[in-house]
């Protein structure tokens, strides 16, 4: 069998990279994944779909990727599960000038977002402690999505279009002779022929690759997510980034999902092997910031909890790359912030593999290239909050 491109992972950036290209007219193309679609981080996401960063490559690849949320049906033939209930963030003092930059250069990109004040996230979230903070800002069109149901609607669209998608079908290595790729050879042993392969299997692209020379700078962290019932209904209320108890919140049913920002995530050895309950001080931890921050919901109680991998770089930001081998294009190293993102991902991702300038405004194709890190120039937030995780 030949195909123009094999593309690793059915992950949501494999997807919407396959989706992107079938769109571009390239149909002769099959996702493989080793297990099933959105069965790595996409079906453990929390969703969060938001614009807030001080990277403006990936404040405009978010913006870009809102409208692909918001008219998912339209776009993709079927519902993402988005819940556009719009994204608060609060900030502390010691970070009002970072933040405050960072709001002017997000307007400056195009995004709907704006400072408020604490009557307007009083009224948007009633329950919530809000004393401590110095300011806010509210973005309408944020809000969240559901990894399943977005990967499967980028897998079903590109079925459509030709593309095909194969679960449980691990690719064991890639095949390159002299500088270029020829194909990719299955674990059952068979092969397809190809010279184009794109590799989007987070941390687990670092074993493929690295047979070739290619030592891709990711890392396997262990997240920790908590849902706890508030014993309240809280009505519909936006997702709200807490950046003073480095917390973000968002509701789940009428469940609410609490996950940290204070940079707890920590790396593991084996991205396959990680407890699949949060373990007792990150509860702990969670309870202690929720009650700090809700001290209006009447009677709170730990639901469940859930973990997932998410494939680190060293400045939190994704690789969207080609590599020293003609053909071969890698889209890994998410770190946990690859969602909000993946539609706009997938068409730059498809600008790279077809050799054409950037379709994304605002993001050239070279700017998540792998090299940068031997370049000694990572992707950096130009506005970065004191005391919270990178991905700011
Ligand atoms: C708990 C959690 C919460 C998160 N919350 C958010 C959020 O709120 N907002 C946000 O923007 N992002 C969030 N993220 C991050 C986001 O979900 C990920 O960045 C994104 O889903 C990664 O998609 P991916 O396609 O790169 O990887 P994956 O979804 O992991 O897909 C990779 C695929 O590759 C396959 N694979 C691996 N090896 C092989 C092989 N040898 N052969 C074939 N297939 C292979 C795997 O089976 C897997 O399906 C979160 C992540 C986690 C874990």
């Keep these: 069998m030949t195909r123009d491109v094999v593309i690793v992972g059915a992950g949501v950036e494999g997807l919407s990279t396959a989706h992107a290209l079938a769109t571009s007219g390239v149909t002769n193309v099959v996702v493989v994944d080793r297990d099933a679609i959105a069965s790595g981080g996409t079906g453990r996401s929390a969703g969060i779909v938001r614009c807030h960063y ?71 979230w009633p329950v919530a402690e809000l004393d401590d903070f110095a300011s806010f800002a509210f973005e309408p ?8 149901a977005t990967a499967h609607a980028f897998a079903g669209s590109a079925r459509s279009l030709g593309t095909t998608v194969t679960q449980g079908t691990a690719v064991a290595s890639i095949e390159v002779r002299g500088d270029a790729v020829t194909g990719v050879r299955l674990a ?3 092969g397809i022929a190809t010279d184009a392969v794109v590799v989007a299997a987070s941390a687990w692209s670092v074993p493929l690759l690295s047979p070739l020379g290619i030592e891709l700078p990711i890392t396997p962290y262990l997240v920790q997510e908590v849902l706890i019932d508030p014993g309240v209904d ?47 001080a ?19 109680s730990v639901k469940t909890t859930s973990t997932g991998m998410i494939d680190v770089t060293p400045d939190w930001n994704p690789i969207i790359s080609a590599t020293g081998i003609d053909g071969l294009f890698v889209a890994a190293g998410f770190s946990g912030h690859g969602f909000k993102i993946a539609p706009a ?21 070279e700017t998540f ?24």
Excluded at 235 to 258: C, I, N, T, W
């Design 54 to 124: 001080g990277v403006p490559e990936i404040a405009a690849l978010a913006r870009e990727s809102l409208t692909v949320f918001s008219e998912a049906e339209e776009r993709l033939g079927s519902p993402v599960g988005f819940e556009q209930v719009g994204y608060l963030v609060g900030i502390g003092e010691d970070n009002l000038a970072a933040f405050r930059a960072s709001l002017a250069a997000q307007q400056a990109l195009g995004i709907d977002t704006g400072e408020v004040g604490h009557d307007v996230a009083a009224a948007l």
């Design 141 to 148: 069109q944020g809000g969240y999505a559901d990894g399943y």
């Design 282 to 300: 990150a509860i702990e931890r969670c309870a202690e910031k929720a009650l700090h921050r809700f001290p209006g919901i009447a009677d709170p």
């Design 345 to 365: 991902v997938g068409r730059l991702m498809a600008d790279i593999v077809l050799g054409r300038p950037s379709s994304v405004p605002d993001v050239p194709t």
């Design 234 to 280: 809280l009505g519909a209320r936006p997702v709200f980034s807490d950046m003073v108890s480095k917390q973000y919140v968002h509701q789940r049913g009428h469940e609410l999902l609490f996950g940290d920002s204070g940079g707890f995530e920590r790396p593991i050895p084996d991205p396959d092997r990680y407890p699949t309950h949060a373990e007792d």
């Design 369 to 392: 290239r792998l090299s940068r890190y031997d370049e000694g120039a990572p992707v950096l937030s130009k506005f970065p909050y004191v005391g919270a995780s990178k991905i700011r």
């Design 188 to 190: 059952d042993g068979t």
